[in-house]
């Protein structure tokens, strides 16, 4: 088959880095792969097969840029296309109602943005899921159900092992303003009170944004105070599973939880608007239907969030073991075979 794969940012986050694995993946099962997206460093861990195309103006309007698909597609002899994010939705929908070539969109975030338009709703042959909850409350589900499924996004499992650092903390994101508000109501409120008690502990910070600088100026104050590097901010990092391996524990949801737990990692699923818990076997399959966000749940707060954290730095041996057992599973539930056939099924029906 003669796949397109569609996306806006390309650097790294959940949706890039599963189009990239997608498309590296879908190359090796033989097919001819065609992304389309803005610059980013994920172009680098693209399979040379994988044949890329920078959209340069990424921002123009739609007009302009159904008219580039369009011709694309007819260039390229393109057999089915699949789009990520909300405008690549709007824009492949267009491109594939006028050229009657089937359109599948992947939702990785809220139904009401990714597909906010009434096209990107109508028009698309199929819409993926990557969470069951998010389907399920949507406002449009009656609108979109018959064409929907879920299919999870896979993880690719890490090759090697690294020896973890005790006490540390990791959390992986966009350093952007709403992740910003979290990572620092940690350091100004919640780290003091664990370190009395932990002196060891370390909280390491991994990604980059606008709000860095911002993060490290409240990590100079605070490791001033302690006299020890107690927040490290290790910025971007190409690979970031080299740096989840080498925590005890992994503050995150979605792709960020999934990665840690397939390394055998500990997690906390909390983000900005949600305070979740550990996830262990006992809440395992209940998370996994929110994409391992603590869906209903209030904002995180800062005894909440004490609580969770010293249940777990006081039993860090009984929850390593949780883990470990958690990573069976999701080497079954996440394989990327199996999930890479379903959506190549997909594909193939289209087609058909």
């Known amino acids: 088959m003669r796949i397109l794969l569609i996306i806006k940012n ?42 890329y195309t920078r959209l340069r103006k990424i921002f123009a309007p739609a007009i ?13 002899k393109i057999q089915v296309i699949h789009a990520h994010q909300r405008l690549p939705a709007l824009v492949a929908s267009i491109a594939g109602r006028l050229t009657s070539i089937p359109v599948v969109v992947t939702v990785h975030g809220r139904t009401r943005f990714d597909l906010r338009s009434w096209i990107s709703r109508s028009f698309p042959s199929k819409i993926i899921f990557v969470s069951r909850h998010v389907l399920e409350v949507s406002a449009k589900y009656e609108q979109i159900k018959e064409k929907s499924v879920i299919i999870p996004n896979w993880i690719v499992l890490p090759k090697k092992t690294v020896t973890k650092i005790p006490y540390s ?29 932990y002196p060891y502990l370390t909280f390491r910070i991994i990604g980059e944004g606008d709000y860095l600088d911002e993060i490290r100026k409240e990590a100079e104050l605070f490791n001033r105070k ?40 500990p997690v906390l699923s909390m983000n900005r608007q949600r305070m ?16 391992f966000v603590a869906a209903g749940s209030d904002p995180p707060d800062r005894d909440a969030l004490l609580k969770e954290l010293d249940k777990f730095l006081s039993d860090i041996e009984f929850w390593q073991k949780e883990a470990d057992l958690l990573r ?24 058909k």
């Open 226 to 265: 302690l006299k020890r590097e107690t927040v490290v901010i290790c910025g971007f990092v190409l690979d970031p599973r080299e740096k989840l391996l080498e925590s005890e524990l992994v503050i995150g949801v979605g792709r960020v939880a999934l990665e840690a737990l397939s390394c055998g990692i």
């Open 64 to 76: 302009i840029q159904t008219v580039f698909i369009i011709l694309f597609l007819h260039k390229h």
């Open 10 to 51: 390309f650097d790294f986050g959940g949706a890039e880095n599963h189009v990239r694995e997608l498309a590296n993946s879908l190359s090796d099962s033989g097919n001819e792969l065609f992304v389309i997206a803005g610059p980013g460093r994920q172009t680098s861990l693209l399979r040379k097969g994988v044949q």
């Open 169 to 197: 903390i990791s959390y992986i994101s966009r350093i952007d303003k709403k992740h910003s508000s979290l990572i620092l109501m940690i350091i100004k409120e919640v780290l003091g009170g664990l370190t009395v008690k």
């Open 328 to 351: 069976e599973k999701i080497t079954s539930d996440y394989n990327t075979g199996k999930i890479t056939g379903e959506i190549i099924s997909i594909y193939r029906s289209l087609i």
């Open 276 to 291: 979740g818990s550990l996830v262990s076997r006992e809440n395992y399959q209940s998370f996994q239907l929110s994409n």
